[in-house]
């Protein structure tokens, strides 16, 4: 399996831009320069909106956002509000980037109609045949890559190019060879495929820590403050998370 690396700002890299930011949009916020700032705060938001298109996507696919009726703009702009309200108020580096995931999921969660949970389809990972996941597998592409897209995702060529780490999922040390045998027997975009859907399968609460941990490198005390939640329902969530995808890689895989 090739060994792709994401193009992606990781946590280190952005709160180290937003340490350099962070001062000038306080400054030009005093000098109530709206234009200046929101020019400066454009050089953070990338990696936002990624995550906004993921999360707007999937509401669309749930059929909880008619397809369109948003975009990840209308949540940027909003965003770009708050910030600007409240950007004196962020002691450092580590509270303004927490805060960014943490606003971005209250704006979303407010234009989202309440999720029933369902937890259908967890309950029932374990008797998943390698038919099912195929066919569950074939429906997903084919939504993927029809008109469900956004045009923010047509932009965003880095966005195909999301990839999962196997460590991620399989994090035990007697799992080694099992990464090694998966890593070996398949190709980084099957195994990109298949995580992916089966992580839109999962509980929006699942999915949402998984990423925010993985993708986004918060810590649970983060996501816990984050989703108003504690640290050991975070930590269980993210454990579910995992335990479905290993459970789905053997089902549908011979990795005995």
Known sequence: MAKETKYYVDREELQ?????????????KAEENR?????????????????????VRHAIK??????NKYTANDF??????????GIEGFSGEDEFYVWLFRKTNELLDEAITEE???????????????????????????????????????????????????????IENTEKELVKKIDETLHQEE????????????????RNVFELFTKQH??????????????EKTQQLLNDARKGL???????????
């Open 76 to 85: 940027i702009d909003q965003l770009f509000i708050e910030v600007y309200d």
């Open 35 to 55: 234009i200046a700032f929101d020019k400066l705060l454009l050089d953070i938001v990338p990696e936002i909106k990624k995550y906004i298109i993921k999360k």
């Open 191 to 206: 195994v990109d495929r298949h995580i992916e859907m089966v992580l839109h399968n999962l509980p929006t609460a699942m």
């Open 246 to 256: 290993k459970i789905s890689f053997f089902n549908r895989y011979d990795l005995d």
């Open 62 to 67: 749930k059929g909880h956002f008619p397809k």
């Open 116 to 170: 029933e949970f369902d937890d259908l389809f967890i309950q029932n990972i374990d008797d998943y045949s390698k038919n099912e996941w195929d066919q569950m597998q074939e429906k997903f592409t084919a939504e993927s890559d029809g008109d469900l897209i956004m045009k923010e995702e047509l932009a965003d060529i880095s966005y195909y190019k999301d990839t999962y780490a196997l460590d991620d999922v399989f």
């Open 218 to 231: 918060l810590t649970l005390a983060e996501i816990a403050e984050l989703r108003k939640t504690t640290i």
């Open 16 to 28: 180290i831009l937003i340490k350099q930011k962070l001062p000038d949009l306080v400054k030009l």
